[in-house]
Nanobody, 123 residues
Framework: QVQLVESGGGLVQAGGSLRLSCAAAGRTFENGRGWFRQAPGKEREVVAVISWGGGRTYYADSIKGRFTISRDNAKNTVFLQMNSLKPDDTAVYYC?????????????????WGQGTQVTVSS
């Protein structure tokens, strides 16, 4: 079993920045990781994903150029640096992990999920 714990969410003004962290504990292994988000009344959507080695990443068009996903495997932690935040970025952000080194962009491809962290961007 793998436990994922997110941190770093909060309230920020438009144009500001936040850095989300997701620490993994338990039976960690070579795993692809991802960040997803869900806004009120909307479906969960992919934000960014990263392979075990970090060589493969994917970004949703809506955040490309503003967000950066990275990972520190020595600490079993994945990060999401969010810059130039917009009110449309307001959502609960979830960290996810899958028991494979590669990545996919659909949520059903991930086995383990964190509890979510709220990000609110005010205009």
């Amino acid at each position: 079993q793998v436990q994922l714990v997110e941190s770093g969410g909060g309230l920020v003004q438009a144009g500001g920045s936040l850095r989300l962290s997701c620490a993994a504990a338990g039976r960690t292994f070579e795993n692809g990781r991802g960040w997803f988000r869900q806004a009120p009344g909307k479906e969960r959507e992919v934000v960014a994903v990263i392979s075990w080695g970090g060589g493969r990443t994917y970004y949703a068009d809506s955040i490309k150029g503003r967000f950066t996903i990275s990972r520190d495997n020595a600490k079993n932690t994945v990060f999401l640096q969010m810059n130039s935040l917009k009110p449309d970025d307001t959502a609960v952000y979830y960290c996810a992990a899958r028991p494979f080194a590669g990545v996919v962009t659909y949520s059903s491809g991930y086995t383990y999920w964190g509890q979510g962290t709220q990000v609110t961007v005010s205009s």
